[in-house]
């Protein structure tokens, strides 16, 4: 089983060579096209999650204390949602999905 900082896997749903060649070379050029657009002083996901800093961890604080069926709880996370969204360049619209709980057996 392998295991990284923040992916452990299980079962080898996920290859080895996937994570240690694959996944690896991806992300390193995707980070090299964001310091390459940074240095044109264009926007990326990393530098709009950077402007939202250290504002993430006073919403989420927040959002801890709020009662769990506050309604001023609800908006608030869907405000911060919608600023994930935007600092990512995410614009696609929100979709909302309902789920309901079948009988148990």
């Known amino acids: ?3 990284f900082d923040s992916i452990v896997i299980g ?3 996920i290859s080895d060579h996937y994570l240690t060649a694959e ?3 991806r992300v390193r050029a995707v980070r ?3 310091a390459e657009l940074e240095s044109y ?3 990326t996901p990393r530098t709009g999650l950077r402007t939202l ?3 993430i961890a006073t919403d989420l604080a927040r959002l801890r204390d709020a009662g769990p069926r506050d309604g001023a709880r609800k908006e608030a996370l869907l405000d911060l949602y919608s600023r994930v969204r935007a600092a990512l360049g995410i614009d ?3 979709t909302t ?3 309901e709980r079948g009988p148990s057996t």
């Open 1 to 3: 089983m392998s295991s």
């Open 11 to 13: 079962q080898d749903l």
């Open 23 to 25: 996944f690896d070379a």
């Open 32 to 34: 090299k096209q964001w």
């Open 41 to 43: 002083d264009k926007h």
């Open 53 to 55: 800093g250290a504002q």
């Open 92 to 94: 696609a619209p929100r």
């Open 97 to 99: 999905l309902a789920f």
